[in-house]
């Protein structure tokens, strides 16, 4: 049974009270064998959860620069996106220093050379950074606020020509949030639909 800390709080809690429960989830991901240390107080720890496995098969990177995973979790994306391209520089971020704890953990046991992960709300770890591709599997427990200034704020962080990725489940804002990617970028497509999830994206223009 779930403990009183972890029924009260959600994953996107810059310091989880729950005592921690470690677990060991092995995925195959664009038909790569991948290991990830797991925990109570971080989002999916009993598996890679179907938003994330439709985005890290559907994301489509640049083939050199810098990429950032916005709200990383323990580095699923992050990671998958690093071991498939050498030349990118992956920067994951999150605001729950259990995931960033075990994104840094997950990025050694992987054996990931070309990741980094910086702990803090939102884009403020890479505030004056600009990328070449974001990458999210944003929050939505922590409310519509908080995903809209992921989508609302990444132009400030993106080169020309770089674009947006998120996953979101289509009946939960899914048409709000891209009309906000509209109103953002002037642009929106649905690069993948499965299972009650959508991969929105945009270019920055």
Known sequence: MPSNAEKTEHYFTAHPKS???????????????FKFLTASGVFSKKRVDLGTELLVKAMVLPESGYVLDVGCGYGAIG???ASLNPKLHVVMVDVNERAVKLAKHNIKLNHIHNAEVRRGYLYKPVEGMLFNCILS?????????TVK???TEAPKHMVEKARLQMVLKSKIGGKRLQQIFEETF?????????SGYRILTAEKG
Not at 19 to 32: M, S, T, V, Y
Not at 137 to 145: D, F, I, M, Q, Y
């Open 79 to 81: 990671i998958v996106a």
């Open 186 to 194: 002037g642009n929106c497509t649905v690069l993948a639909r499965k």
């Open 149 to 151: 200034a992921i989508i």
């Open 19 to 33: 005592k921690p429960k470690f677990g060991l989830i092995h995925a195959n991901l664009r038909g790569k064998p």
């Open 137 to 145: 599997n944003p929050p939505v427990s922590a409310g519509l606020a």
